[in-house]
């Protein structure tokens, strides 16, 4: 097996390197492939220095699968040329996603969608989509899931390198005077940032992604937790309503979801259900802390709900680098591969 990295250099891609050291893929060559601007640099990976290529002007043959963790723009542009060479494209970008000939793929939850793929691209699904599917699925089939109200709580990293960047830089130019905030409610002037709309540090930003301009006033992250959830549950006609937020964690997306079900489930039956989950950790009080590094959903605060019919409250954090990137694409790698 030959595999290749997209992006090598990148947040995720570090943690793909790792990841694929600690599950022992196999695999007999490596290729690492990043920007102009990371060509030449070495990187030490299992004991072997492997020099980075440029993405632009490489050549995909004798590759049986590349991870492509690169942006949504470089994968439309590259991905069609790696796959037409004869090598898997598992894609982490958004550009692929909704193409009905492209399977979106949670292996736990929908493994068998790769066994159709005309294109020869498997695509990752969203950061925070990933963290609810090993959830949402088995209680789908239990029950069946017709309703989503969800109110997401995304880390910085999910923004890029630069969104940790931006936290980490906020929080230095506060020092002590952040604690004035509790105080007297005087405003720290920080530098204005790139990666959002509002100080992120000591804050809470109800906006992530950009803007879409039509009649729903959504941003693209909102629209990308229903449509994505339709595709992973093959639900069709799943209602899904969602507020992305961002929020000063450096590691680990959370959702409060609140779901409604075309029969009845009580709590205990949601316990039992997702407590022979694999891929699902039951806690009492889940956070992103607890997540951070580790592959599990943690799912705690479960409850009904009074609102929807049959409904159901529960509360998820996981890592959005980790199992909400890195990791799935490579376990979807390691499905292909049987």
Same mark, same amino acid.
């Given at each position: 097996?030959?595999?290749?990295?997209?992006?090598?250099?990148?947040?995720?891609?570090?943690?793909?390197?790792?990841?694929?050291?600690?599950?022992? #893929?196999?695999?007999?060559?490596?290729?690492? #492939?990043?920007?102009?601007?990371?060509?030449?640099?070495?990187?030490?990976? *299992?004991?072997?220095?492997?020099?980075?290529?440029?993405?632009?002007?490489?050549?995909?043959?004798?590759? +049986?699968?590349?991870?492509?963790?690169?942006?949504? *723009?470089?994968?439309?542009?590259?991905?069609?040329?790696?796959?037409?060479?004869?090598?898997?494209?598992?894609?982490?970008?958004?550009?692929?996603?909704?193409?009905?000939?492209?399977?979106?793929?949670?292996?736990? $939850?929908?493994?068998?969608?790769?066994?159709?793929?005309?294109?020869?691209?498997?695509?990752?699904?969203?950061?925070?989509?990933?963290?609810?599917?090993? $959830?949402?699925?088995?209680?789908?089939?239990?029950?069946?899931?017709?309703?989503?109200?969800?109110?997401?709580? *995304?880390?910085?990293?999910?923004?890029?390198?630069?969104?940790? *960047?931006?936290?980490?830089?906020?929080?230095?130019?506060? @020092?002590? !005077?952040?604690?004035?905030? !509790?105080?007297?409610?005087?405003? =720290?002037?920080?530098?204005?940032?790139?990666?959002?709309?509002?100080?992120?540090?000591?804050?809470?930003?109800?906006?992530?992604?950009?803007?879409?301009?039509?009649?729903?006033?959504?941003?693209?992250?909102?629209?990308?937790?229903?449509?994505?959830?339709?595709?992973?549950?093959?639900?069709?006609?799943?209602?899904?309503?969602?507020?992305?937020?961002? $929020?000063?964690?450096? &590691? @680990?997306?959370?959702?409060? =979801?609140?779901?409604?079900?075309?029969?009845?489930?009580?709590?205990?039956? $949601?316990?039992?259900?997702?407590?022979?989950?694999?891929?699902?950790?039951?806690? +009492?009080?889940? &956070?992103?802390?607890?997540?951070?590094?580790? +592959?599990? &959903? #943690?799912?705690?605060?479960?409850?009904? +709900?009074?609102?929807?019919?049959?409904?159901?409250?529960?509360?998820?954090?996981?890592?959005?680098?980790?199992? @909400?990137?890195?990791?799935?694409?490579?376990?979807?790698?390691? !499905?292909?591969?049987?």
């Amino acid at each position: 097996m030959n595999i290749g990295i997209v992006g090598a250099t990148g947040q995720v891609g570090a943690v793909m390197r790792e990841i694929l050291s600690q599950r022992n #893929f196999p695999f007999e060559s490596i290729r690492f #492939f990043a920007s102009s601007r990371s060509a030449g640099k070495e990187i030490e990976f *299992q004991g072997q220095s492997i020099r980075v290529e440029d993405a632009a002007k490489a050549k995909w043959d004798n590759l +049986d699968v590349v991870l492509f963790s690169a942006g949504g *723009q470089l994968s439309k542009e590259l991905a069609p040329k790696v796959a037409s060479a004869g090598a898997i494209v598992i894609d982490n970008s958004s550009a692929w996603r909704m193409d009905p000939e492209v399977p979106l793929v949670v292996p736990e $939850v929908n493994a068998h969608a790769i066994n159709n793929m005309p294109k020869n691209i498997i695509a990752n699904p969203n950061c925070t989509t990933m963290v609810a599917m090993p $959830v949402l699925k088995p209680l789908h089939l239990e029950a069946g899931l017709r309703n989503l109200i969800v109110s997401t709580y *995304q880390a910085t990293s999910g923004a890029g390198l630069s969104g940790v *960047q931006e936290l980490n830089q906020q929080v230095s130019e506060a @020092g002590d !005077t952040a604690m004035d905030l !509790t105080h007297d409610g005087q405003a =720290i002037e920080f530098t204005p940032g790139n990666s959002f709309p509002e100080p992120i540090a000591f804050n809470v930003v109800p906006f992530c992604g950009s803007l879409i301009e039509d009649e729903l006033q959504e941003t693209n992250e909102e629209r990308k937790l229903r449509d994505e959830s339709r595709k992973i549950l093959e639900i069709d006609d799943l209602a899904v309503t969602a507020t992305c937020v961002r $929020v000063p964690v450096y &590691t @680990g997306h959370s959702l409060a =979801i609140t779901a409604g079900f075309e029969n009845h489930i009580s709590s205990q039956r $949601v316990e039992d259900i997702l407590r022979e989950v694999p891929a699902v950790v039951l806690e +009492d009080v889940p &956070t992103p802390l607890k997540s951070a590094g580790v +592959d599990p &959903t #943690f799912v705690g605060r479960i409850r009904p +709900d009074t609102v929807l019919e049959n409904g159901i409250n529960l509360f998820l954090s996981g890592d959005n680098l980790r199992k @909400g990137a890195a990791l799935n694409a490579i376990q979807i790698a390691e !499905t292909f591969l049987g």
